[in-house]
């Protein structure tokens, strides 16, 4: 049996415990087994991962971006979850509010979360940019209520909602993913509103140096993809993580976000 | 899910999807949080964060006093560590009668010769027995008073026997005459009889039986045994006793009775018995039991208001559904409480 390989993750949430806990019992039983070390911001984690303290970073796609960036792209990208392959910015508003696509926003207050999350922040600003749309035509009302986490608690996506609902802001830019939590327009009708959607783009990834050889990469992907949503004990894990399947990266499902960084000017290091 | 959006729109708080979010996210799997339903229209809140539950896997425990507790991710099946046969709703009691030959000191729901009757009769046995297949049980038990009183107790057996497996029980004392022809008339493939025996020596089955009556209960044994039924035998014993009963065991195996036909229980606190285990909704697992009045929780509180479930006997189906709803209830509500009180 070889040494486990030690996976970094940030602890967003205190399930981040049993994910990872359940995570290590799965590998156990193969060929790859592993341990996990928390971090408390993908910040540490990258630098962790650079220094070697750990083989593998479950990063967030800001921190892939700037772990690229610190590697010269060397690093490279093992697997996501289905859902990082899909994963979209919605742009919300009181229901009635009469915004109509991306460019109805000019003239208005768009409130953002957190500035080191890619789906409440850093991404909208790009998408606006596309639009045509800059600070002068958009009031950004930043709310940076969970900085270092990349926007993984969702706190400042809820915060940016409340904006919205004190007439603080006119609209808030939140991931796919809170949207759903919030039902839609289903649970709540009159309360939100979904006036643009963006493109798909790529969010988490398992993130390796190339340090770790394909020796011990190769068995861990293997049966990492081997995680089965028919099978009640992956299950549980897998729907705590938020996912169906393990998938081969996306990567060009990067590539707005690596502009978006570069435009915006946003440090590739903390 | 929400039906009536137009009445919604107007009265239920947008921020409280938002705190549920909040809360609950940020909360432990299985943590329970609360959530405060705010000033609006607390049934309409409610229908929301219900609906919000069903919809992103989270359970909602309960609400009162205007604040609703959740739990993150849904708990456990209410089910596990069950055997298959505790399962509420895999064996269906019914009461055939409450008159009984004898008075027992014990006995649960206060059977005696003085008793009313009190029997399900024909027509609504024929009719569970029949609704008790859809409902996915799988066995009958039928039980008293004494059942052999009834005149018509080969067809209600038979009734039972037609569909599902099926116990009797009974104090085995009356096998003789035209119950003994009674008997004759089941069906020995499909039925078996427990027969009530407290002891092995007649002391102790007399003194809180009647005099006489361990003799004829175990003749009766020997008899069911002879027309070729299956035999189980009952104890009801102080709960001390239940762990010192090799000597009965020894005068079980003389009489030819399995193991696994030896039913040793404790005494319970219900009906006449003046001590005995407390048992509560909360603290049996319940086994459905219909009687003439109603569906009850569990045969041993037969007849007990605290542990009736409903006083709709059919359909069948909604009653099991309505224990196993409760029971589920208590389940949760056990781990709540443990949630809430790590230290207690």
């Known amino acids: 049996m070889s040494e486990p390989l030690l996976v970094g993750a940030v602890a967003y949430t205190p399930n981040v415990v049993p994910i990872w806990e359940g995570m290590r019992d799965y590998f156990a039983d193969t060929d790859a087994p592993i341990d996990f070390i928390l971090y408390s911001n993908y910040g540490r984690q990258v630098d962790a991962l650079l220094a070697g303290s750990i083989d593998l970073a479950w990063n967030t796609n800001l921190a892939w971006v700037r772990t690229v960036g610190q590697t010269q792209g060397a690093c490279r990208a093992l697997a996501m979850r289905d859902t990082d392959t899909v994963f979209q910015t919605v742009l919300v508003a009181r229901a009635g509010s ?27 600003v790009h998408y606006l940019q596309q639009a045509g749309l800059d600070s002068d035509s958009v009031e950004l009302i930043r709310i940076n209520s969970d900085v270092g986490k990349h926007g993984d608690t969702g706190r400042s996506e809820l915060d940016a909602l409340r904006a919205v609902l004190e007439e603080r802001a006119d609209a808030a830019a939140i991931g796919i993913n809170t949207w759903e939590a919030m039902g839609r327009e289903d649970l709540m009708p009159g309360a939100f509103e979904a006036f643009w959607t963006s493109p798909t783009y790529s969010h988490c990834n398992f993130t390796a140096l190339p340090s770790l050889g394909a020796d011990r990469a190769g068995p861990w992907v293997e049966a990492l993809f081997a995680m089965d949503w028919e099978n009640p004990r992956h299950r549980e894990i897998l729907e705590m993580e938020g996912l169906r399947k393990w998938v081969p990266p996306e990567l060009a499902g990067y590539a707005s976000l690596f502009e978006a960084v570069e435009t915006q000017g946003i440090s590739i290091q903390w | 899910m929400v039906n009536d959006a137009s009445v919604l729109q107007a009265k239920v708080n947008p921020r409280l999807l938002l705190d549920l979010i909040e809360r609950v996210g940020a909360a432990a799997r299985y943590g329970v949080v609360q959530v405060p339903l705010g000033d609006a229209d607390h049934g309409q809140q409610e229908e929301v964060v219900a609906a919000w539950c069903e919809r992103t896997g989270n359970e909602l425990v309960e609400v009162s006093g205007g604040v609703a507790k959740i739990r993150r991710g849904r708990s456990a099946d209410p089910f596990d560590g069950l055997l298959p046969d505790q399962i509420p709703g895999t064996r269906l009691w019914m009461y055939t009668n409450f008159d009984c030959n004898l008075a027992c000191d014990y006995c649960c729901v206060r059977s005696s010769p003085q008793t009313a009757r009190a ?8 009719r569970l027995a029949a609704e008790a297949v859809d409902a996915g049980v799988s066995e009958l038990i039928l039980t008293g008073g004494e059942p052999f009183l009834l005149p018509d107790i080969d067809a209600l057996v038979a009734a ?14 009356l096998l003789r005459g035209r119950r003994l022809d009674a008997l004759r008339r089941m069906d020995r493939d499909r039925l078996i009889l427990q027969i009530s025996l407290d002891s092995p020596t007649s002391e102790i089955h007399d003194a809180h039986r009647g005099r006489g009556s361990w003799d004829r209960a175990v003749t009766g044994i020997k008899i069911a045994r002879e027309e070729g039924f299956r035999v189980k035998v009952a104890a009801t014993l102080p709960y001390e006793q239940t762990h010192a009963v090799e000597p009965f065991h020894q005068f079980l195996e003389g009489l030819g009775i399995d193991r696994e036909d030896r039913v040793i229980r404790a005494l319970a606190h219900r009906g006449v018995a003046e001590q005995g285990i407390e048992l509560t909704l909360e603290t049996l697992i319940p086994e459905v039991t219909v009687t003439d009045t109603g ?20 359909p069948l189906q909604a009653a099991i559904t309505q224990v196993r709803h409760r029971f589920a209830e208590h389940r949760a509500h056990a781990v709540a409480a443990a949630q809430w009180f790590p230290c207690a």
């Open chain 1, 98 to 124: 009469n915004l109509d696509g991306i460019e109805s926003l000019r003239g208005k207050r768009l409130a953002l979360g957190s500035q080191d999350s890619a789906q409440a922040a850093i991404l909208p």
């Open chain 2, 160 to 173: 039972c026997t037609a569909v599902l497996p099926t116990t009797l029980l009974t104090n085995g004392m």
């Open chain 2, 295 to 314: 569906v009850y929780w569990h045969p041993v509180s037969a007849e007990h208001a605290d542990q009736l479930v409903t006083r709709d006997i059919f």
């Open chain 2, 119 to 126: 029997a399900l009769g024909i027509d609504r046995v024929r």
